[in-house]
């Protein structure tokens, strides 16, 4: 599967869209995966990415430029909100958060057809 394939790896865009929050449990130092020092405490309960607590959100973690190359410098060991984030067109199914994020950069809506690529190689960044 090339990358050509895999729309997220040029968009990044949810990556500097939303509050990327969690259980505050996710973290290296509670038992997790997330690294500690790239997150921030936002109440008792839950974390966030740095740098998706603010009105111009961008993830620390999020490399390259949004909407030309981007990855995730932890990608193996990001949150869960991460994980499960859908790009539209994955089985069939829209998902206008994805929309809104792309549409904050100026990119179209992505293509439902691209539900058939190799889920196997699919990564969002
Ligand atoms: S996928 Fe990686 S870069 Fe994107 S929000 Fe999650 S941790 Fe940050």
Redesign the pocket.
Known sequence: MSEINNPCMTCGAC?AYFR?SFYWAESDESGGVVPQELTEQVTPFLSC?QG?NSKSPR?V??EGEVGQSVS?S??LN??TP?REFDQSGLNGNANQACDRARARYGLPPLDIDLATIDLNHLS??
Request: hydrophobic share 40%.
């Open positions: 990556c990327v990415m998706t993830c973690a999020l995730c932890i990608y990001r949150p991460c969002c960044v």
